[in-house]
């Protein structure tokens, strides 16, 4: 499901540069291509979420492989900023004035999108599904080619308080229920003896009830 949604937001973002009377189109898109610009942590210290751009990438080839999306092949050209945000700032000039991208997909971090965050907006360029948790992705009366993809990191720590919360109800219902069972049980099968007439010779037992 993300990945139709990523699909979708792509045909949206050419839609909206799409001149039709004249059949033109405006940058990074054409009869055959819809260029996209991406910055990634491919070395550094956040390297491993550079896995992230990969599958994209492998995604967009299959897309590719099946036709494009409405006959256009998805041309996404990625560029490793280190997660530095005067990296990314270099990088993503040069997807936007070099490459000439029609929008900038999901670019990684915090830190790294709010420094192009403006210079995007100023250039009318969409930034789309910032892969960041900060609620400030959210302002869009500011930065209205801005949009963040994930939760914010407080609804996700308030999820998982509450996920916590029912496991811990859980594990404790799960303690408690085996000894529930048995004690039911003891007490249908006294109640069973004593209505077919049978006697306990132990004195009722009453530690195990």
């Given at each position: 499901?993300?990945?139709?949604?990523?699909?979708?937001?792509?045909?949206?973002?050419?839609?909206?540069?799409?001149?039709?009377a004249e059949?033109?189109y405006g940058?990074?898109?054409?009869?055959t291509?819809i260029?996209l610009?991406?910055?990634?942590?491919?070395s550094?210290?956040?390297s491993?979420?550079?896995?992230?751009a990969?599958?994209?990438?492998?995604?967009?080839?299959?897309?590719?492989d099946?036709?494009?999306?409405?006959?256009?092949?998805?041309?996404?050209?990625?560029?490793?900023?280190?997660?530095s945000?005067p990296?990314?700032?270099?990088?993503?000039r040069k997807?936007?004035?070099?490459?000439?991208v029609?929008?900038?997909?999901?670019?990684l971090?915090?830190?790294?999108?709010?420094?192009?965050?403006?210079?995007?907006?100023?250039?009318?360029?969409?930034?789309?599904?910032?892969?960041?948790?900060?609620?400030?992705?959210?302002?869009?009366?500011h930065?209205?080619?801005?949009?963040?993809?994930?939760?914010?990191?407080?609804?996700?720590?308030?999820?998982?308080?509450?996920?916590?919360a029912?496991?811990?109800?859980?594990?404790?219902?799960?303690?408690?229920?085996?000894?529930r069972?048995r004690?039911?049980g003891?007490?249908?099968?006294l109640?069973?003896?004593?209505?077919?007439g049978?006697?306990?010779?132990?004195?009722?037992?009453?530690?195990?009830l």
């Amino acid at each position: 499901m993300i990945w139709k949604a990523v699909t979708a937001a792509v045909a949206l973002a050419l839609a909206t540069q799409v001149h039709a009377a004249e059949k033109k189109y405006g940058t990074g898109a054409s009869d055959t291509e819809i260029k996209l610009g991406q910055t990634s942590p491919f070395s550094g210290a956040a390297s491993a979420y550079s896995v992230i751009a990969k599958t994209q990438a492998a995604y967009f080839r299959m897309i590719n492989d099946r036709g494009g999306v409405n006959g256009r092949k998805i041309n996404l050209i990625t560029l490793d900023d280190g997660y530095s945000p005067p990296k990314t700032v270099e990088q993503t000039r040069k997807l936007v004035e070099q490459e000439e991208v029609a929008a900038i997909l999901n670019p990684l971090g915090t830190p790294t999108g709010l420094a192009v965050r403006k210079y995007l907006n100023d250039k009318k360029v969409p930034q789309l599904f910032v892969g960041a948790g900060a609620t400030l992705w959210g302002d869009y009366q500011h930065y209205p080619w801005t949009i963040g993809f994930q939760p914010s990191y407080q609804a996700e720590t308030r999820g998982l308080r509450q996920i916590c919360a029912d496991q811990q109800a859980g594990c404790e219902d799960r303690a408690v229920l085996p000894e529930r069972r048995r004690r039911q049980g003891l007490r249908q099968r006294l109640q069973e003896g004593v209505g077919a007439g049978e006697h306990r010779q132990d004195g009722g037992g009453g530690d195990d009830l």
